[in-house]
């Protein structure tokens, strides 16, 4: 039998299994055990430091400094335009009036791809955040657009430490597989078959995470 005969004779077989002997369930000792969390300070000076060594500019923040926060960015970054979530947090944080007080132009997050691209400044939170790795984890929904945190040229997500997990399944059961999810791990990296590194080629080019207290 030839090697193609005897692919072809391999799947032929596999197709005629049942759906429910598919797939042998996984043994106890192969599964990975969870990630047991440190005390919540620690598990959020690991995210943070996380984030920091990926080139992205954390801080522990107050309700009454944003308006303050948001105004230096506005001047470290030259923002003419930004975009937010429509999150009920945000608009408690108060957001987009700072911003619109600072002479920035606010755009829908529902505008067109062309529109929010022009952003300087995208403001979203996140729904889970991970301290080994310093990644957000974004899910998607009517008032939590992806574009937002996508194509602004600065990505701004402001957090609680309630959303800090140990590691991935509990994010995932939480979800349960709803809407779309963008993981974010430091600023847009991109590389070439040389491996020359660009920064901000296919997302942002910063990221700046402030963790409200």
């Not at 106890?28 to 959020?44: G, T």
């Not at 995932?172 to 847009?188: A, I, L, N, Q, R």
Request: aromatic share 4%; hydrophobic share 45%.
């Amino acid at each position: 039998m030839s090697s193609r005969e005897q692919i072809l004779t391999d799947v032929r077989q596999a197709l005629k299994r049942k759906v429910d002997a598919a797939v042998a369930p996984i043994p106890a000792s192969a599964r990975i055990a969870p990630r047991v969390p440190a005390v919540a300070n620690v598990e959020l000076e690991m995210l943070l430091d996380e984030i920091s060594k990926l080139g992205g500019v954390t801080r522990r923040i107050s309700r009454v400094e944003i308006r303050s926060a948001l105004a230096n960015i506005v001047r470290d970054e030259s923002v003419k335009k930004a975009t937010a979530w429509e999150t009920r947090e945000r608009k408690e944080l108060g957001v987009a009036d700072a911003l619109r007080e600072l002479g920035v132009e606010i755009v829908s997050p529902h505008a067109d791809k062309r529109a929010l691209a022009e952003c300087d400044l995208g403001i979203t939170g996140a729904d889970a955040a991970f301290p080994e790795t310093g990644t957000l984890m974004l899910r998607s929904s009517p008032e939590k657009p992806r574009a937002v945190s996508l194509l602004p040229r600065v990505h701004l997500a402001i957090i609680t430490p309630t959303i800090l997990r140990a590691d991935l399944m509990p994010a995932f059961t939480e979800v349960k597989g709803e809407g779309y999810w963008v993981f974010v791990t430091g600023p847009s990296r991109t590389a070439d078959i040389e491996l020359t590194v660009t920064i901000g080629v296919h997302g942002p080019k910063a990221l700046r995470v402030w963790v409200v207290e």
